[in-house]
């Protein structure tokens, strides 16, 4: 039986729009596959939208069970953004914090 989503995590940053594909190979090998390596998420979403400036406006959206399943990834402060070491190589501006917002419906994997 799948699990529904009950908790969505967003997090944006901003990137050159030449770093498009090398930001999504290098977010494949860090932060999406520590999303599907924790316990509790259930799918996520990487964004990119050209804003001004030669930038991409990056986001992400992860899909939890629970807050408490969000804690296996995050840590106890589940509001700070989570990360990488090579995260200064690509990220030109970033929000240090990320919204959760509780799911109140979904159609998702719906056949």
Request: glycine share 6%; net charge negative; hydrophobic share 40%.
């Amino acid at each position: 039986m799948a699990f529904a989503p009950t908790v969505l995590r967003s997090w944006t940053g901003w990137i050159r729009r030449a770093d498009r594909e090398p930001y999504r190979e290098y977010l494949e090998r860090t932060g999406l596959r520590a999303y599907r390596d924790t316990p509790g998420n259930v799918g996520a979403v990487l964004l990119y939208r050209d804003v001004e400036d030669d930038r991409t406006e990056v986001r992400t959206l992860s899909l939890w069970r629970s807050r408490a399943d969000i804690v296996a990834f995050a840590g106890e402060d589940i509001d700070s953004a989570v990360f990488y070491p090579e995260d200064d190589r690509y990220l030109i501006d970033r929000q240090t914090t990320v919204e959760h917002f509780d799911v109140a419906w979904s159609d998702l994997g719906a056949e």
